[in-house]
């Protein structure tokens, strides 16, 4: 199997008739904070856009030159989130493919073939899931670009809402920094209650023997 990204799965799908094929992928699922965000892009098959790859293997400058590049070639894209309480209400599975179902909702083109990032949706359109999809497809890589980058442009606002926590830095994600943070000052409304270690930071922080519930 190649270790790029390529076009092979758009091209199977339009010699099987094919004409509007969507990448759908979600950025910011393992995170302890912050909404999962999820993105659906069209790409314009005679619009090549070079070096799309998995947003995690891409570096922050090289992600938001493709993102722009993605925005401006592609004939439409999309970005949707699922916040904390929804996460923390439906489990983090669940609540990204409701992302990914609103995002794909909010094309201004309708697919008529999906290609998704180890998920399957609900709705009633060809689709085919694709295991490390966002470094074997061009449109699932697209997809992960827009939303890796939309979650990162959030969580560096939310670092200013919620100064302490190093949120710009690692996105929200368990690191070192991020874990004595949550020991130190307890989780924010945005933080995921259901995740292990928010809830035992709230605990830890408040002393109390009982997780204390989140306020919406």
Known sequence: MSRLCSTRFERAARKLGWTRIAGIDEAGRGALFGPVVAAAVVLNPKRRIVGLDDSKKLVPERRYELALRIREHAVAWAV??????????????????????????????????LLIDAMQLDVMIEQKSLIKGDARSVSIAAASILAKT???????????IYPGYGLAQHKGYSTPEHLEALRRLGPTPLHRYSFAPVRESNCWASGATQTALPIF
Do not use: G
């Open 80 to 113: 949707a989130e699922s916040d904390a309480a929804r996460i923390d209400a439906w489990n983090i599975y669940q609540a990204s493919r409701q992302a990914m179902t609103a995002a794909l909702q909010q094309l201004s083109v309708m697919p008529d073939y």
């Open 150 to 160: 939309h979650r990162d442009a959030r969580t560096i606002e939310w670092d200013e």
